[in-house]
């Protein structure tokens, strides 16, 4: 195997032994990529401590072949009820994990049926957030294809600052960003961009609309680019002409907010404790109550994945994470304010992967 592949498959064979199961089953797609190299849209793994299997349809095999050459393919068609059971078959195996996160009821009933039938004795265990823990913690080479993605929205951002003009829409706005970055060499964007003007941006998932941006409002945008299959993730809050004292000081209240948490998290913090870091700042500026999120989360071949930094969260912050840092501050019928910068646990502190200016 190549040594990329077979270090995350001898992690996780070493997590299967801990939770005492003889095998997963990987229907994740991110997860799917991670373990085997394989970004078909169609695919599972079969992961045993002797086999390593891929199992694709006809369309992908070529595509299988060249992307993930350490593993058996075996085929498939679209029915599971066709091929899982002759999958499992001939593998030594007594309790199967499967992603219980990603498996609906329906599938996890549908494959218990065809156990059944089969007269298997075989049992299924759920397992949550195996493989997604050690995407956690990122090698070199994600590192670097995230940083190389986060050059792109910090280049974009600069451009849309520039292009924003009074009576420009929102969905103007986001085009304008999107088509920037795909000619930059973004690949499909990890998230739909957003543009959330005046009282939308109070909206943290906000829609670009036909709104016109007009001067002294609040401007929140929020873009990721895509490189290599990893994603960025970047926010900042523009207002064209001059501000008022309610913008600046929520703005400022955001950013203070923002650097206390940066300057603050250390490994082994929990998500819990990194979020308070910022929430406290905002609580005491008098709106706690409208910063209804979490502090951040990961950032990888997924938008959002571990760890989580968000109130009670136990995940532990350790080196090699990458996460966002992103407070933020929305209020009805005037607007909001969010300031997102990714950063990685690097040699006992968070360091700014995100360039763009505030």
């Known amino acids: 195997m190549s040594l990329k592949v077979s270090h995350r498959i001898q992690k ?21 990529r991670y373990l085997s190299g394989f970004d078909g849209s169609a695919g599972f793994l079969m992961v045993t401590p002797q086999d390593a299997i891929l199992a694709t ?17 075996f085929r498939i068609t679209n029915e599971i009820g066709d091929w899982f ?23 996890h009933r549908q494959l218990s049926d065809i156990l059944a039938k089969g007269k298997s ?14 995407r956690a913690i990122k090698e070199v080479e994600e590192i670097e294809l995230i940083t190389q993605a986060s050059e792109i929205t910090d280049a974009a951002m600069e451009y849309i600052r520039d292009k924003l003009r009074p009576g ?9 960003i999107e088509r920037f970055m795909r000619e930059k060499g973004s690949q499909p964007l990890p998230f739909d961009i957003i543009v959330a003007s005046g009282p939308n941006s109070a909206l ?47 703005y ?19 998500g819990g404790e990194a979020d308070q870091l910022a929430r ?21 071949l997924a938008p959002h994945e571990l760890p989580r930094l968000s109130t009670n969260s136990p995940e532990r912050l350790v080196e090699g994470m990458v996460f966002t840092i992103e407070p933020g501050i929305y209020l009805e019928g005037w607007g909001g304010v969010r300031i997102e910068d990714l950063v990685i646990m690097e040699k006992g502190k968070v360091r700014e992967i995100s360039k763009a200016k505030k």
């Not at 996780?12 to 799917?32: A, C, H, T």
């Open 204 to 250: 943290p998932h906000a829609q670009p609309s036909a709104r016109a941006i007009q001067e002294a409002e609040p401007i929140v945008i929020d873009i990721g680019a895509r490189v290599g299959g990893y994603g960025s993730d970047l926010s900042r809050t523009i207002c064209l002409g001059t501000p008022d004292d309610t913008f600046n000081k929520i």
């Open 168 to 176: 420009i829409t929102e969905r103007e706005a986001a085009w304008e």
């Open 280 to 300: 406290i700042v905002i609580e005491q500026a008098g709106y706690g109550e409208a910063f209804g999120h979490g502090l951040g989360h990961g950032v990888g």
């Open 57 to 73: 349809d006809f369309r992908y095999i070529a595509q299988a072949k060249s992307q993930a050459p350490d593993y058996e393919l």
């Open 121 to 134: 004795r075989l049992k299924l265990i759920p397992v949550d957030g195996l493989v997604e823990s050690l």
């Open 252 to 270: 400022d209240t955001v950013l203070g907010a923002q650097a206390a948490a940066m300057a603050i998290i250390k490994p082994e913090m929990t």
């Open 85 to 107: 059971s002759r999958l499992v078959a001939e593998l030594d195996m007594k309790r199967l994990g499967f992603e219980s996160e990603h498996i609906a009821f329906a599938r």
């Open 12 to 32: 996780l064979r070493q997590g299967l032994s801990e939770k005492e199961i003889d095998g997963i089953f990987i229907s994740q797609p991110e997860n799917r």
